[in-house]
């Protein structure tokens, strides 16, 4: 699925992996950690790849694509995604 705008995807310095409460980001450049109470609606592997900024994963009711976007958002803000 493409969206318009410029794509983003996760940092080259940054790593991420599930854990039970979610996904755990880890930014070798500080070393920083981010814990996202994600549950199992977000693959850790979701941004190893370009995405468009709006696209998101299937399955989301409207509660969680605007919770999605707004932690997209922080995610790019705080340096674990960078667009392309």
């Known amino acids: ?3 318009a705008g410029a794509g983003i995807r996760l940092h080259p310095a940054c790593r991420v992996r599930q854990e039970g409460f979610g996904l ?3 930014d070798s450049r500080g070393p920083r950690l981010l814990f ?3 549950g199992d609606l977000l693959p850790a592997d979701f941004y190893g790849t ?3 900024r709006d696209e998101l994963p299937d ?3 409207d509660g969680q694509k ?3 976007r707004k932690f997209v958002t922080q995610l ?3 340096g674990f995604l960078r667009e392309q």
Do not use: C, D, I
Request: aromatic content about 14%; proline content about 0%.
């Open 1 to 3: 699925m493409a969206a």
């Open 24 to 26: 755990l980001f880890y």
């Open 36 to 38: 996202a109470e994600t």
């Open 50 to 52: 370009v995405r468009g």
């Open 59 to 61: 399955g989301l009711t």
């Open 66 to 68: 605007k919770a999605f």
């Open 76 to 78: 790019l803000e705080k």
